[in-house]
């Protein structure tokens, strides 16, 4: 025990970098080390770099490169979005419209928003975690200044009808945010054509085999936004600060092999997850959360009554299985995950909650090593668990 | 975060299972949704067998098993003296804030003692506050 090989399967949490991602950033951690802003030579090759970076970002996007910003990641580019439009638009109204099941980057920004004289209308989503477009036009108002709905959900990987949403955001005049976090590399963006309706996206490179502590935002051409960071002229100042140059470089990589061959990958990612999930469904008592098919290809999330979800987590671990799970004790809180509740999970199934996310770390020998240890853990945590009756063993 | 101590008592948990007929049950649970149930047999008013069932996070599978062991073949009074603190001293340390999920042991014991001097029609000891 502890010593078997790993299994990763907590891809939507980070993946690993990718060997040639780093091979592209070397250069840039020694011998390229100079300042993007400086004029010499070593300073422009930097700039040079960052640049690249950026027309890859626009190109696997469908972007413009001037409407790429870098950041440090993820939750930078949610709070930029949402204070940083809200901010710039409150004269014309203090109205957000968002979803209960976002990430807690746009929530809690969206919390500290209601602290300064912002409403907040969080719209329900049905048991799958799907939002009904025709709700977000019933809860558009004269004041309403942003719509922010998260492409996929990153624990239940319920793909969200983004397009249908940023029709009803375009036809009302209101600027529309999307979290795309966990769906570059899985879903095909196109902004200037297919997603011509999302105004902002946020993306994080640690997601799709780029490094950690970079991600960017993108900002339609146009949008009113405030500037983020105030300082030096860095991404025309409305980021500023000295350049994550090997990261941002290393992102740049990272999303121009994530976004090369989508649907291969996908399928590929697809055929283990499905075969994963019919072999977990055969466990008793065990139901899948998100939708069965709108979702993210390598994401699964199930809940096993009776046992409790950090318990499960850590005889996984023991056995060398990297997973997540949305209980309440694996984050400290008194709560099990938000988005859980949201889709309307019993608070006791939830504790039992379970997120395998598949990627590139895996192959089909991974399923075989899962599907024969998590029957057997969940089996033994049932055996200790005062919820489990005998009348029920067999079902 | 746990020490090998709690991995050990929640890898291998000691006590595990019910006993039938046991001469004291008690059940406890806690906000985080933790849930423990205790089952003693008690000779000359001495724990002369325990067994428990828990539902929760590794901390609460492994102060229940180690409290356990800790009140095996103790007297019921010293049983009911049994703290946290200590279960959690005996398990080498648990992590900042998982002290709480400990708690459901102290309570499912004080519970089982209390059914059991019931039946013996006997005085429930109070708890100290």
Known sequence: ?395 | MYNKKVMDHFMNPRNVGEIENADGVGEAGNPHGDQMKIFLKIRDNRIEDVKFKTFGCAAAIASSSMATELIKGKTLEEAWELTNEEVAEALEGLPPGKLECSVVSREATHRAINEYRKKQGLEPLAEQA
Request: proline share 5%; charged share 25%; hydrophobic share 35%.
């Open chain 1, 1 to 395: 025990m502890g010593d078997t090989h790993l299994v990763y399967m907590d891809h939507a949490a980070t993946t690993f970098t990718n060997p040639e991602v780093v091979e592209t950033m070397l250069p840039f951690l020694k011998k390229h080390f100079g300042n993007p802003s400086s004029l010499y030579s070593i300073g422009r090759e930097g700039r040079e770099a960052v640049e690249t970076a950026r027309e890859k970002l626009a190109k696997a996007l469908g972007a413009k490169p001037e409407e790429i910003y870098f950041t440090s990641g993820g939750t930078e580019s949610d709070n930029w979005a949402v204070k940083g439009t809200a901010f710039a638009r409150q004269k014309k109204g203090k109205h957000i419209i968002t979803t209960p099941i976002e990430h807690h980057a746009v929530l809690y920004p969206c919390e500290y928003l209601e602290t300064q004289g912002f409403d907040v209308t969080y719209l329900p989503v049905d048991r799958y975690g799907l939002l009904d477009p025709a709700e977000v036009e019933a809860a558009i108002r004269k004041d309403t200044v942003l719509i922010s709905v998260m492409y996929a959900n990153n624990e239940i990987g319920t793909i969200e009808p983004i397009l249908e949403i940023g029709k009803v955001a375009r036809e009302h005049k209101i600027p529309f945010h999307t979290d795309a976090v966990q769906v570059i590399g899985k879903v095909p963006l196109d902004l200037q054509r297919e997603h011509k309706d999302v105004d902002i996206l946020s993306l994080s490179s640690h997601k799709f085999y780029g490094p950690k502590g970079v991600g960017a935002l993108y900002i339609r051409e146009g949008t009113e936004i405030d500037n983020y960071m105030h300082g030096g002229a860095q991404e025309g100042g409305k980021r500023a600060g000295t350049e994550n140059v090997a990261g941002i470089l290393g992102m740049g990589k990272a999303i121009e092999l994530a976004t090369a061959n989508i649907e291969e990958h996908n399928k590929k990612l697809r055929k283990m997850r499905d075969r994963l999930m019919a072999g977990v469904l055969e466990i008793p008592h065990c139901r899948l959360n998100g939708h069965p098919e709108k979702r993210l290809p390598g994401n699964l999330n199930f809940s096993f009554e009776y046992i409790e979800g950090e318990s499960l987590l850590l005889m996984l671990d023991q056995m060398g299985i990297c997973c997540s799970t949305g209980s309440a004790c694996s984050s400290g809180s008194s709560d099990p995950s938000h988005v859980l509740r949201a889709i309307g999970v019993p608070p006791k199934t939830a504790q039992g909650s379970l997120r395998l996310t598949l990627g590139d770390a895996n192959s089909g020998k991974d399923i075989d090593y899962v599907l024969e240890v998590l029957p057997e853990v969940v089996g033994k945590l049932r055996a200790i668990s005062p919820f489990y009756k005998p009348a029920d063993k067999g079902k």
